[in-house]
């Protein structure tokens, strides 16, 4: 009878009323293969600099404890002209206000490429990086300027627990052995990026004084000089080296803090492909520099700048004094609740749901991790007391336990699910066929699963396909 077919037929010609006809957007999903690519490419650089800047700051700690003297002395050893442009700088400051350029020229390039290639350039994907980095920074200068309100405290010091240092974080992955899936360090990696971009504009708002106009205006004409050289096409490092030394050099004497020349530069690069190009002149200097900074300038920095004095007195007072307890309990508590609620409060409002491979445990993890502050914590805090060394070092000390509190916990959290990364790494690294592209992103090509698997079977009803039979 055809009444039931025809039943059958209105039924699946159109879906029930309680399905939904569109699929929710998902919270940290695969990556597409070139930004999969990209990503690895740049944490490998910046895991081997994390493992440095580690050692460089435990030599920092040995240095400054055993031969506090001796330490001091090559911090305040003097070198460079002092005309022109005032360059006569001690060590620490070349440190502090040369080498961290470099930093923030790779971290601008970061941005930029973010912005026009990477996981910020449509709005729908930026969303969960751009508020989790607010909420990130926002709550932890919250917690300290609540907590130094009162007397004794000192709320210049809010930025310093604002900064996530993805460098060290990936070093302490490295060095406990901790396996994370791609889309989880691409979002750490995004959330550095972002975080990276507010705290040199706090810097450049908040910590410039003295501005000379004259030399901000050279400056910018040197960055105007820099773009339109870039944009018309012309090469070689002979050329944009002293380019760039010079627009640092005139960046530092106008007031300005010099890192931001190195940012605006970085902005500056072209990162989209035009044309066969295999990679965007933005990409290409960033693969050329990014090894100086992560093996060189950040973990000299660290040198320079992590050498405090540790003793049971100095250690107390992190927990009894207003600014240090600020600095820890916004790296702690701060940096997990804005990183780890701005995602799901994202999640929430947006209705979009989490990769089902992974658990908000799982976030809440990284988002501990997120609460390692130590680069630019440590340059905060000298910007912050310039004119109070032992409240400087006081700051340090507290962005060091900070740090390593954070580092412990994430670690313990992450270890508990270890194997469980461990398995979603082997999938994502999985080619059987040898053809360098990993299997998850070719399973639903038939072509591809033919070379792997062979042809499909027949069944003995149907015969094998060339039409012979094979009873005897």
Known sequence: MPFPALRRSRVTDQPPVHEP????????GRLSLPERTFVTDALRTETVGGVLLLAAAVVALIWA??????????????IGPSTPLHLDLSLADWAKDGLLTIFFFVAGIELKREFVAG???????????????????????????????????????????TATDIAFALGVLAVVGSHLPSALRA?????????????ILIIAVFYSSGIKFWALGLAFAGLVLFWFLHRRGVHGWYLFVPLAFVNWALMH???????????????????????DEQQSPGEHIEHLVRPLSAGLAVPVFALFAAGVTISGSALGEVFTQATPLGIVTGLLVGKTVGVFGGTWLTARFTRAELNPQLK????????????????VSLLISELAFPGDVA???????????????CAVFATVLLKLR????????????????????PDVYQQDDPAWRARVTGPAPHSADEGPADGRRTDR
């Open 21 to 28: 006809t569109t699929r929710r957007r998902q919270l940290l």
């Open 65 to 78: 404890n055993v031969w506090p003297d001796a330490y001091e002395s090559v911090l305040d050893y003097t």
């Open 119 to 161: 996981e910020l350039r449509t709005p729908s994907a930026a969303l969960l990086p751009v508020i989790a980095a607010v909420c990130g920074v926002a709550l932890p200068a919250i917690l300290f300027a609540v907590v130094n309100s009162g007397s004794g405290g000192h709320p210049g010091g809010w930025a310093i627990p």
């Open 187 to 199: 979002f750490l990696l995004t959330l550095a990026v972002v975080d990276d971009l507010i705290a």
């Open 253 to 275: 004497e106008s007031g300005v803090h010099a890192t931001v020349a190195g940012v605006a530069m970085g902005l500056m690069l072209r990162c989209h492909r035009v044309g």
């Open 360 to 375: 908000w445990a799982d976030m809440f993890a990284v988002a501990v991790l997120a609460g390692i502050g130590f680069t």
């Open 391 to 405: 409240l400087a070092d006081r700051s340090k000390t507290a962005v060091l336990v900070g740090s390593l509190l």
């Open 418 to 437: 270890n194997r469980h990364y461990r398995e979603l790494c082997e999938e994502e690294d999985r080619d059987e066929d040898g053809d360098g592209i």
